[in-house]
Structure formats: C-alpha cells, structure tokens
C-alpha cells in the first residue's frame, strides 16, 4: 500500500543527479539588484530550502507554480464528478458514507490547492475562468466514465493510488504553501485509496460476476492510469525545469515505473491480471518492464477529446452558475457588515 511513509531518496533528486540550480537566466539587462535577488533564490534553491508567497521569485518560478497548482486544484474539483455520480447507488450505507466522505476530501483538496495559487497573486476567478473556458488542463483520467461500482473500487486503488506516487514527492516542493497543502492532501488520499482496494477485496469474494466486474473494470483503467503520470521524460517539455526548481522531484516515467512496480503485487493479492501481455519482472532493472502506452488517446483527451470531456466540463460550468446567487448574497452580507463596522466606528 502506498502511505505517507513512501519517501523520496535523495538520489532521485535532479540536484543529485548533477544538476545544479543554475535556473533561468536573469536577462542581461536586469538591475543589479535583480541579479542579487536571483542569486539569492537559487542559492536558497540549491540548499534545498523553501520559497514562501512574499518573498522574490523569478516570473517564469510563479507561472509554472501558478499553472501546475491551478491544474491540480481543477483536477481534484472535477474528480469529484465521476465518484459523486455513485453516491445514490452505493451498494450499502457504509459505502454510501465512505464515498460521500471521499467526495468531499476531494473538494477540499481543490480548495486547499486554490488557496495555494492564490498567493502567487492569481484570484480563483481567474483560475475558473481558464477551466471554464477551456483554456486550463486537469487530469486527463477524469474524462473516462464511472461505468459500475467496480469502477469505483478501481478508482480508489488505481486513480487515487497514481496520485499519492505523483503527490507523495510534492510534498517537498520548493514552494511551501503547495509543499504543506500536499501533506494533508496525501494523508487523506491514502485513505482513498485503501478504501478503494477494501472494496475490491470484498467483491474478489463475492460471484462470479462480481469478480468479473472487477476485472474488466481495471482492464479499462489500467493505461489511463499509466498516463496519469504524464508524457514520457522526453517528451515532456516543463520537467527538466520543474526538477531543477524543486518542484517537481521525480520524473514522469520514474513515477510511473515506482507505481508499476508497487501495484504488480496488490494485484496479485486481489486476484486480478493487469491487461499487459508485456508486463514482466526484469531482474537486469530490478523493476517491471510494461508495454506501450496510447499516447495518441492520451493527447486527444488531453486537448478535449476523450469521451466525458464535454459532460465534465458541462457540469463543472452548471454548478459554477447554479451557485452565481450564493456568491452574490455572500458578498452583500459582508459589504453590509463591513458598512455596519464603519458607521459603529465612526
Ligand atoms: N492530464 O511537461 P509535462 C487526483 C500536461 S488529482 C492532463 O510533463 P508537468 C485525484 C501538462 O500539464 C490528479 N494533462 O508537465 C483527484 C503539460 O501541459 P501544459 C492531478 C497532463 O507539469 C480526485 C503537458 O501535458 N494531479 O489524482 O511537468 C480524485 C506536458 O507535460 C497530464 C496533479 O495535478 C495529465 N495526466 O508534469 C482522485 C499533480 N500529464 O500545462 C484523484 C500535480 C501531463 O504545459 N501535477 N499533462 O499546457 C504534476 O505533478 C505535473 O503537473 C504532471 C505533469 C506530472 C501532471
């Protein structure tokens, strides 16, 4: 199981692998003061150490910042869609309140993580805007649909379990506001993912039928969740920085293999096969070896195209509107108290 006790070895590190923080340049025609400041962030870069929301960050630090905690923060809000769908038709009550409670974790990642991108100086209704209008990404795996309960089953264990991989090493981001709202994030998506392997569990007990469920529900999101983890290290354009930054601290296609890695087990446990024909034990890598990834599927999805894209998007714009006279009565009742506060002081 992954836990909070998963950690990162420092060899993975980029800066252990002899890359320095030589970031960005300063452009030579920056201040004198400009290059002093820059000097100082990557020295603070280089020691390891944290960058906090008030202090000097190079423009290009806070766009990615901005870009990948405002896409996480979109993912978590519209992963709350495919699971809520299941709320009504959980099997049982005790189900029935795990999953609410997951649901729910799930917004309340969205809003620690919006809170996060706010202070790098960006307001939610920007970011909202951008996913409203199609200009923002989040999680390519939230386009595919919740067909059955296995489906929700397999989304705790696969979809959270490729989260905790990819958000574990996060949780030592060089930003610290993103570095601390990945601490409770992870602790609560551990959570996630072992009530989603329980529930597999159960239902490898059960009929045959149920147990067929199961099986066809991770041979469908077995490779989604592959791709979750991002395009291949050489095809990935924000990594070399995003390492050299601290923000990312394990590549794409090494997280990837560590999630290969710890899942060909529980799935042994559960009495499932994952859909790989060439997925092996290499005793040479000490690791995996897998198959091919669909990465036309994976780009189409991306940009759009995958097959709950629209409905995903729909919905999110729907509640955005349906919740427009909540924000207006909200802010009337705090101007008219801000109003009540002056004329008592004045
Ligand atoms: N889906 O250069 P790359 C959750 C984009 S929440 C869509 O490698 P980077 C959960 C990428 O953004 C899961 N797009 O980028 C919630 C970039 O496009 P832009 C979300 C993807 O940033 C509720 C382009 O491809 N987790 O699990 O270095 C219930 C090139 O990629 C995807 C996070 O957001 C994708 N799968 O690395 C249950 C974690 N992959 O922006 C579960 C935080 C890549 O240049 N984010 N792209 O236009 C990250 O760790 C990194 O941003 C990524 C990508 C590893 C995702």
């Not at 420092?10 to 030579?28: M, N, R």
């Not at 000097?39 to 280089?46: G, H, L, P, T």
């Not at 969205?110 to 790098?120: D, R, W």
């Not at 296995?150 to 991989?165: E, S, T």
């Amino acid at each position: 199981m992954y836990t909070q006790s998963f950690s990162v070895s420092d060899q993975d590190d980029a800066k252990s692998a002899g890359q320095t923080a030589s970031l960005v340049a300063v452009p030579k025609q920056a201040s004198a003061s400009e290059q002093a400041l820059q000097a100082q962030f990557d020295e603070r870069i280089d020691a390891d150490g944290r960058v906090e929301p008030r202090e000097w960050m190079p423009d290009a630090y806070r766009k990615t910042l901005v870009r990948q905690i405002s896409q996480h923060a979109h993912s978590e809000i519209v992963g709350m869609l495919p699971e809520g769908n299941w709320i009504s038709r959980a099997p049982s009550l005790k189900r029935k309140a795990i999953l609410i409670a997951k649901v729910q974790d799930e917004g309340g990642h969205g809003l620690y993580l919006y809170s996060a991108a706010e202070t790098l100086g960006t307001s939610r209704d920007q970011m909202l805007d951008a996913l409203h209008t199609g200009k923002a990404k989040y999680s390519s795996i939230f386009n595919y649909p919740t067909l059955n309960w296995a489906d929700v089953g397999v989304v705790g264990w696969l979809v959270d379990g490729a989260a905790i991989m990819n958000q574990i090493p996060l949780c030592r981001c060089s930003y610290g506001p993103y570095a601390r709202a990945m601490v409770r994030v992870c602790k609560e998506e551990s959570f996630h993912q072992r009530q989603g392997y329980e529930a597999l569990l159960v239902m490898m007990q059960g009929t045959a039928e149920q147990k067929a469920m199961v099986q066809d529900a991770v041979n469908r999101w077995w490779w989604k969740c592959l791709a979750m983890f991002g395009p291949p290290d050489a095809d990935s354009p924000n990594s070399a920085q995003g390492m050299r930054w601290g923000i990312k601290r394990i590549s794409n296609d090494d997280l990837r293999q560590k999630f290969v890695d710890a899942t060909v087990p529980q799935a042994k446990v559960l009495g499932v096969t994952l859909p790989d024909p060439d997925l092996k034990w290499n005793e040479e890598r000490q690791a995996h070896d897998y198959g091919q990834i669909d990465w036309d599927e994976f780009w189409a999805t991306v940009n759009g195209n995958g097959p709950c894209n629209k409905e995903r998007l729909g919905a999110r714009v729907k509640a955005w509107n349906d919740g427009a006279w909540v924000r207006e009565a909200a802010l009337a009742h705090a101007q008219k108290q801000q109003a009540r506060q002056m004329k008592e002081a004045a």
